[in-house]
């Protein structure tokens, strides 16, 4: 996602019906943390009160539909352990892997242990889109020798409303976690990731599992903010016109090399695009290849 004074990227948001409209793309390309110091007086200045109501507003959203990205399950027959932490996995082949500090399979390995430790349960939900056979049978093998470790697919709010805590990479589920109130940790940069508790080394994943706080009113007004202005709704054309307007505000004339035509940008324009994702399909391709090529390496071990 490289940066240009005339590109900005849209794309559906973490939080459902909610869209970025982003300088330098999503995730850990996020231009969200510059806007946060650009915008700090305004940030710091709103009302702690309307905050939380921003924040409660989306939490009675999520209850009442029970909706997220992607469909959920219903299992009412799901009896949830008294204390347990929640582990959303991501697609190994999603470009925001990259912003991940360690391997997937260091960090189920790391909290298997912690969880037999701790005689705390660890749940474990895969996400729709995976189907590797080696993360399958991976985590079949830590399931055979840790009966606190178990796989589970029930409605993504309620296994992040109950939890202990939630770890993440940088899967948009840690955002729906914070915004239930769970205390979240994360270990992959998003622009969402400093309102978590950041895990940097493998060793602070005991964190995880230990007592600790939520969401100082700093981290709220902030989150408020990410809610209620830097997004925006699909159906509110009047925040959707601001934003656009702050796109041309910043828009640069001088940028780049005019092309001679308006049919010779629109046959490079095509090109390029094609190009580009086609570069995209490869480069989620290597990474799922590499990783199963290290998932199948210690199988075999």
Known sequence: FPSHDIVWHVKESPVHLLFEIDKYGYSGWSFFKEEIIRKHDEITSIDISNAREIVSKYKEIYERTRKSKYPQKETASLIFPEKYVFFPMQVQSDPVVEFSRFSLLDVLEKLSILAKKNKTHLLIKRHPYCNSFHIEKFLNEIMSENEYVQLVDANIHDLCSKAYSVIVCNSGTGLEALIHGARVYSYGDS???????????????????????GLTEEKIKILAYLLDSYWVAYDSLERIEKRVYECIAEYDPEYGIEPKSDEQYEIFSSVIQETQSKLDNETRNLRRVCFDLEASERLVV
């Open 191 to 213: 622009e969402w990731s400093m309102l978590s508790n950041e895990i940097s080394q493998l060793d602070e994943f005991e964190q995880v599992f230990s007592p600790g706080t």
